[in-house]
């Protein structure tokens, strides 16, 4: 069975450029979630999906960031404009049901370099 | 251990020795927690987690502890292997601001196996 996938793997901009990541979560999976990581720190959540609706977005900075999940399957992650402090591991989980004990299968990741 | 930044406690070991990597966790009301193993290039994977109603459980070759009087938690890691060095994270299952839950990572330990 496939896992998270996303891509990019990499990408490198210049700061004030858009972005965009995208990812597709394990099949059947509905919930689905968008982690940041900084580089030695843990991941930091930005946003949480059930089907089509977020649910949780409460840490997603939505001056530049913005999120859909358009027929509740995969997703896209959408930076503009991308400052240098944006340089990070954009991480995609997803987890069959959002409740308490449903494990999260994580994505490889996309390492954005912001210049 | 606490992380700065980059400079992520390390934790060395010799090849067949058992590990133990300390975690604190912030919320006393958190009632669910999960080690995470990170490699390089590749998102969290799930190892083992504890309900707030236990203080130990057991897996292949892993043990969690809890000490819910501190807000401490341990992996333990026996006969420890090549393949077992990379990053290991703590989560709590958290309530948020939002009053949902969500998974918050604290700071990382890297192990090391030493051949």
């Known amino acids: 069975e496939a896992g998270v996938v996303q891509s990019p793997r990499y990408k490198i901009i210049e700061k004030k450029q858009p972005v965009a990541f995208w990812c597709n979560p394990i099949s059947g999976h509905n919930t689905l979630y968008w982690y940041l990581q900084n580089l030695g720190q843990g991941p930091e959540l930005l946003i949480r999906?059930?089907?089509?609706?977020?649910?949780?977005d409460s840490q997603l900075p939505k001056d530049r960031f913005s999120a859909e999940r358009l027929k509740g399957v995969d997703s896209t992650l959408k930076i503009q404009p991308a400052e240098l402090g944006d340089s990070a591991v954009y991480l995609c989980?997803?987890?069959f049901g959002g409740g308490l004990y449903n494990e999260q299968f994580f994505g490889p990741g996309t390492r954005l370099t912001v210049l | 251990g606490e992380s700065v930044g980059l400079h992520l406690p390390t934790l060395s070991v010799q090849e067949g020795d058992n590990s133990i990597i300390n975690c604190a966790y912030s919320?006393?009301?958190?009632?669910?927690f999960i080690w995470y193993k990170q490699e390089s290039g590749k998102g969290p994977q799930f190892i083992i987690d504890?309900?707030?109603?236990?203080d130990k459980r057991q897996g292949q070759r892993v043990t969690v502890l809890l000490n819910k009087t501190v807000k401490h938690l341990s992996l333990q890691i026996a006969a420890t292997q090549p393949g077992d060095s990379a990053v290991y994270f703590c989560?709590?299952?958290?309530?948020?601001?939002?009053?949902?839950?969500?998974?918050?990572f604290g700071s990382g330990t890297r192990l090391q196996v030493q051949p």
């Open positions: 989980a997803s987890s």
């Open positions: 999906y059930e089907n089509e609706e977020a649910v949780d």
């Open positions: 989560a709590e299952n958290m309530a948020r601001d939002t009053g949902r839950r969500a998974l918050t």
């Open positions: 919320n006393s009301a958190s009632d669910y």
């Open positions: 504890i309900r707030s109603n236990m």
